[in-house]
């Protein structure tokens, strides 16, 4: 049996296998797309998906081919099977949408960078929304953050799965600064008490909300 090569996915046919280019907050750039054109034609790669996290899959390539691949795009691996931070997801916030009130772009891309790489109990999703509309599904990402007038709601524990979970709004109307450091504290004690393979939901679940904010010294 042949292993699987490094940032590939295997797929249901167990002959050919899936990548994902690293693209924070789903921003590309002039550079990634010509790169992504250039590997799609150069190896005749079947499926191009945008997936729900705001990436590029590359699906339907042999195994013989995937460092290649990786060598010709010259980008980072975008996890999606360990466990750890996934992507983080964002609305176009501030930078252009009429209705933002918050850089919902900036925050997310932060964030992402802060996070990327460090080990998790389970894979952990980020969605930041720059206004109330939501856009970015902050209620139902492990990490959720929504903006307003006075600045960010902080959610945590939500999932968009089999068994959904509305996420558990810790927090209100925080600044930038304050909110990322909610953030690192609720991720701390998730990544010190949380179980492999604990998804922040299932965790959530299982604590309780006035525990989890016991922890934190939120008052409920």
């Known amino acids: ?24 907050v789903g921003l590309l750039n002039l550079e990634t797309l010509e790169a992504i054109t250039r590997v799609v034609r150069k190896y005749n790669i079947p499926i191009v ?14 195994a013989d081919v995937i460092e ?18 996934h992507y983080a997801q964002a609305c176009p916030g501030t930078a252009v949408c009429k209705f933002g009130v918050q850089d919902s772009l900036g925050m997310a891309l932060e964030l ?24 970015g599904e902050s209620y139902v990402r492990d990490v959720g953050l ?3 007038k006075k600045g960010w709601h902080v959610i945590f524990g939500g999932n968009s ?3 959904a979970r509305v996420g558990d709004l810790l927090a209100e109307n925080l600044d930038k600064d304050a909110a990322i450091d ?6 701390e004690y998730y990544k010190e008490n949380g179980k492999k ?12 909300e006035d525990a989890f904010k016991s922890a934190l010294g939120i008052a409920s």
Do not use: N
Request: glycine residues 12%.
């Open 146 to 148: 929504i903006g307003t």
């Open 112 to 135: 992402e960078k802060m996070y990327v790489g460090i080990d998790l109990p389970a894979k952990v999703k980020f969605g930041v929304s720059g206004c109330p509309f939501c856009c």
């Open 1 to 24: 049996m042949t292993d699987t090569p490094k940032g590939a996915i295997l797929q249901r046919d167990g002959e050919t296998y899936a990548i994902v280019p690293r693209t924070p």
């Open 161 to 163: 799965g089999s068994k």
């Open 68 to 85: 290649g691949i990786w060598k010709d795009l010259g980008t980072d691996i975008g996890r999606a099977t360990e466990l750890c931070v």
């Open 197 to 208: 393979r604990e998804r922040t939901a299932r965790f959530m679940s299982r604590i309780g």
């Open 182 to 187: 909610l953030i690192r504290r609720a991720l």
């Open 49 to 62: 998906k945008i997936t729900s996290g705001q990436r590029m899959a590359l699906v339907g390539m042999k």
